[in-house]
Protein backbone atom coordinates (compact mmCIF):
# COMPACT_ATOMS: atom_id res chain seq x y z
CA UNK A 1 0.00 0.00 0.00
CA UNK A 2 3.02 2.12 0.96
CA UNK A 3 3.84 2.03 -2.22
CA UNK A 4 1.20 2.34 -4.68
CA UNK A 5 0.57 5.51 -2.22
CA UNK A 6 4.33 7.00 -3.20
CA UNK A 7 3.65 5.73 -6.80
CA UNK A 8 0.60 8.11 -7.13
CA UNK A 9 2.53 11.01 -5.24
CA UNK A 10 4.94 10.51 -8.47
CA UNK A 11 2.33 10.06 -10.80
CA UNK A 12 0.39 13.22 -9.65
CA UNK A 13 3.83 15.07 -9.24
CA UNK A 14 4.93 14.56 -13.03
CA UNK A 15 1.32 15.34 -14.29
CA UNK A 16 1.60 18.69 -12.36
CA UNK A 17 5.21 19.20 -13.04
CA UNK A 18 4.99 18.46 -17.10
CA UNK A 19 0.90 18.20 -18.30
CA UNK A 20 -1.99 19.70 -16.45
CA UNK A 21 -1.98 21.91 -13.44
CA UNK A 22 -4.40 23.34 -11.15
CA UNK A 23 -5.16 27.14 -10.73
CA UNK A 24 -7.57 29.46 -9.20
CA UNK A 25 -8.92 32.49 -10.14
CA UNK A 26 -8.26 35.70 -7.96
CA UNK A 27 -9.65 38.78 -9.92
CA UNK A 28 -12.82 39.49 -12.05
CA UNK A 29 -10.64 40.66 -15.36
CA UNK A 30 -11.90 37.48 -17.02
CA UNK A 31 -15.57 38.42 -16.23
CA UNK A 32 -17.89 36.49 -16.96
CA UNK A 33 -16.25 33.63 -18.96
CA UNK A 34 -14.57 33.12 -15.05
CA UNK A 35 -15.45 34.21 -11.65
CA UNK A 36 -13.63 34.73 -8.57
CA UNK A 37 -12.53 31.58 -6.88
CA UNK A 38 -13.24 29.42 -9.89
CA UNK A 39 -10.92 26.61 -10.46
CA UNK A 40 -9.65 26.12 -13.89
CA UNK A 41 -7.30 23.49 -15.42
CA UNK A 42 -4.02 24.65 -17.37
CA UNK A 43 -2.67 22.31 -19.97
CA UNK A 44 1.41 22.68 -19.64
CA UNK A 45 2.45 21.44 -23.12
CA UNK A 46 0.73 24.78 -23.94
CA UNK A 47 3.23 26.50 -26.01
CA UNK A 48 6.43 24.36 -25.83
CA UNK A 49 5.28 21.29 -27.59
CA UNK A 50 1.35 22.70 -28.98
CA UNK A 51 1.11 25.70 -30.60
CA UNK A 52 -0.86 28.84 -29.21
CA UNK A 53 -3.83 30.16 -31.32
CA UNK A 54 -5.40 34.07 -31.06
CA UNK A 55 -8.79 33.42 -28.28
CA UNK A 56 -6.91 30.70 -25.90
CA UNK A 57 -6.94 31.76 -21.98
CA UNK A 58 -3.44 31.68 -21.06
CA UNK A 59 -1.90 31.74 -17.50
CA UNK A 60 1.42 33.82 -17.72
CA UNK A 61 3.86 34.12 -14.93
CA UNK A 62 4.06 38.36 -13.86
CA UNK A 63 6.13 39.54 -17.06
CA UNK A 64 7.12 42.35 -14.29
CA UNK A 65 5.57 45.60 -13.55
CA UNK A 66 2.29 44.25 -14.12
CA UNK A 67 1.32 43.35 -10.33
CA UNK A 68 1.43 44.97 -7.61
CA UNK A 69 4.89 44.79 -5.67
CA UNK A 70 3.35 43.45 -2.54
CA UNK A 71 0.37 41.26 -2.38
CA UNK A 72 -1.63 39.76 0.21
CA UNK A 73 0.02 36.05 0.47
CA UNK A 74 -1.89 33.67 1.77
CA UNK A 75 -0.34 31.12 4.52
CA UNK A 76 -1.14 27.26 3.47
CA UNK A 77 -0.56 24.56 5.96
CA UNK A 78 1.94 22.00 5.56
CA UNK A 79 -0.41 19.89 3.82
CA UNK A 80 -1.93 22.07 1.68
CA UNK A 81 1.88 23.08 0.67
CA UNK A 82 2.19 18.98 0.38
CA UNK A 83 -1.04 18.86 -1.64
CA UNK A 84 0.05 21.53 -3.97
CA UNK A 85 3.78 20.16 -4.59
CA UNK A 86 2.26 17.27 -5.95
CA UNK A 87 -0.49 19.03 -8.04
CA UNK A 88 -3.49 17.80 -6.15
CA UNK A 89 -4.34 21.22 -4.57
CA UNK A 90 -4.78 24.85 -6.86
CA UNK A 91 -1.96 26.72 -7.17
CA UNK A 92 -2.34 30.15 -5.50
CA UNK A 93 0.58 32.03 -6.47
CA UNK A 94 -0.06 35.69 -6.23
CA UNK A 95 2.46 36.06 -9.68
CA UNK A 96 0.45 34.33 -12.12
CA UNK A 97 -2.29 36.08 -14.35
CA UNK A 98 -5.20 34.80 -16.50
CA UNK A 99 -6.09 36.56 -20.11
CA UNK A 100 -6.73 35.97 -23.14
CA UNK A 101 -4.46 35.90 -26.50
CA UNK A 102 -5.45 38.48 -29.13
CA UNK A 103 -2.31 38.81 -31.05
CA UNK A 104 0.68 36.49 -31.80
CA UNK A 105 3.71 37.46 -33.02
CA UNK A 106 3.88 40.04 -35.80
CA UNK A 107 0.10 40.67 -35.51
CA UNK A 108 -0.93 44.32 -35.87
CA UNK A 109 -3.97 44.60 -33.18
CA UNK A 110 -5.88 48.10 -32.86
CA UNK A 111 -8.93 49.61 -31.62
CA UNK A 112 -11.37 50.96 -31.87
CA UNK A 113 -12.38 50.95 -35.45
CA UNK A 114 -15.49 52.98 -36.91
CA UNK A 115 -17.50 50.66 -35.12
CA UNK A 116 -15.67 50.18 -31.85
CA UNK A 117 -14.32 46.85 -33.20
CA UNK A 118 -11.51 45.56 -32.10
CA UNK A 119 -8.94 44.71 -35.33
CA UNK A 120 -6.27 41.79 -36.17
CA UNK A 121 -4.33 42.87 -39.18
CA UNK A 122 -6.72 44.82 -40.13
CA UNK A 123 -9.56 42.31 -39.87
CA UNK A 124 -12.69 43.39 -37.51
CA UNK A 125 -13.52 41.00 -34.90
CA UNK A 126 -16.74 40.21 -33.23
CA UNK A 127 -15.69 39.06 -29.73
CA UNK A 128 -18.82 37.49 -27.96
CA UNK A 129 -16.58 36.43 -24.84
CA UNK A 130 -16.44 39.86 -23.39
CA UNK A 131 -19.24 41.68 -21.43
CA UNK A 132 -19.30 44.76 -22.91
CA UNK A 133 -22.58 46.10 -24.11
CA UNK A 134 -23.52 46.23 -28.03
CA UNK A 135 -22.56 50.03 -27.57
CA UNK A 136 -19.68 49.89 -26.11
CA UNK A 137 -16.30 49.75 -27.62
CA UNK A 138 -14.53 46.85 -27.58
CA UNK A 139 -11.53 48.53 -25.89
CA UNK A 140 -12.13 51.81 -23.59
CA UNK A 141 -8.46 53.87 -24.51
CA UNK A 142 -7.62 53.63 -28.08
CA UNK A 143 -4.07 51.89 -29.36
CA UNK A 144 -2.53 49.84 -32.36
CA UNK A 145 0.62 47.92 -31.41
CA UNK A 146 2.61 45.39 -33.39
CA UNK A 147 3.67 41.82 -31.40
CA UNK A 148 7.42 41.25 -31.44
CA UNK A 149 8.42 38.32 -31.93
CA UNK A 150 8.25 35.32 -28.94
CA UNK A 151 5.49 37.24 -27.71
CA UNK A 152 1.81 37.40 -27.26
CA UNK A 153 -0.68 40.44 -27.27
CA UNK A 154 -3.47 39.65 -23.75
CA UNK A 155 -6.74 41.51 -22.91
CA UNK A 156 -9.22 40.51 -20.64
CA UNK A 157 -12.66 39.71 -21.60
CA UNK A 158 -13.93 42.06 -19.00
CA UNK A 159 -12.37 44.84 -20.97
CA UNK A 160 -13.23 47.83 -18.74
CA UNK A 161 -11.39 46.10 -15.41
CA UNK A 162 -9.00 44.73 -16.71
CA UNK A 163 -5.12 45.59 -16.34
CA UNK A 164 -4.25 43.69 -19.39
CA UNK A 165 -1.48 44.49 -22.11
CA UNK A 166 -3.50 47.88 -23.11
CA UNK A 167 -2.60 49.35 -19.43
CA UNK A 168 1.32 47.99 -19.06
CA UNK A 169 2.65 49.53 -22.06
CA UNK A 170 5.57 51.01 -19.26
CA UNK A 171 6.61 48.22 -17.66
CA UNK A 172 9.80 46.97 -19.04
CA UNK A 173 7.71 44.06 -21.19
CA UNK A 174 6.02 47.21 -22.98
CA UNK A 175 1.99 44.77 -22.43
CA UNK A 176 3.29 42.35 -24.33
CA UNK A 177 4.32 38.47 -22.57
CA UNK A 178 6.99 36.83 -23.73
CA UNK A 179 6.23 33.13 -24.49
CA UNK A 180 8.65 31.96 -21.57
CA UNK A 181 6.63 33.31 -19.53
CA UNK A 182 3.21 31.42 -19.98
CA UNK A 183 2.38 28.42 -18.21
CA UNK A 184 -0.12 26.80 -19.92
CA UNK A 185 -3.62 27.67 -21.44
CA UNK A 186 -6.71 26.98 -19.37
CA UNK A 187 -9.18 24.87 -20.76
CA UNK A 188 -11.54 23.96 -18.33
CA UNK A 189 -13.64 25.18 -15.36
CA UNK A 190 -13.42 22.45 -12.81
CA UNK A 191 -14.72 23.81 -10.00
CA UNK A 192 -17.61 24.98 -8.92
CA UNK A 193 -18.73 21.61 -10.43
CA UNK A 194 -21.81 23.78 -10.77
CA UNK A 195 -19.63 26.07 -13.52
CA UNK A 196 -18.10 22.90 -14.78
CA UNK A 197 -17.19 23.69 -18.53
CA UNK A 198 -14.56 23.98 -21.55
CA UNK A 199 -13.22 26.85 -22.29
CA UNK A 200 -13.63 28.03 -25.79
CA UNK A 201 -11.00 29.87 -27.80
CA UNK A 202 -13.45 31.08 -30.15
CA UNK A 203 -11.78 30.28 -33.48
CA UNK A 204 -14.52 31.44 -35.92
CA UNK A 205 -14.17 35.00 -34.09
CA UNK A 206 -10.69 35.00 -35.94
CA UNK A 207 -11.37 33.35 -39.00
CA UNK A 208 -9.50 35.14 -42.08
CA UNK A 209 -6.80 36.38 -39.17
CA UNK A 210 -3.44 35.53 -40.56
CA UNK A 211 -0.13 35.95 -38.91
CA UNK A 212 2.55 38.47 -41.00
CA UNK A 213 5.72 37.70 -41.23
CA UNK A 214 8.49 39.07 -39.62
Aim: aromatic share 10%; glycine share 8%; proline share 9%.
Amino acid sequence: MVVIFLAALLISFLIKTFLIRSFYIPSGSMETTLQIDDRVIVNELVPDVVDLHRGDVVVFEDPGGWLPDSLPTPSPTGIERALEFVGLRPHDSNNHLIKRVIGLPGDTVACCNDFGQMTVNGVPLEEPYTNLTPEEPASRDPFEVTVPEGSIWVMGDNRNNSQDSRYNQGTPSRGFVPMSDVVGRAFVISWPYTRWSWLDNYPSVFDGVERREQ
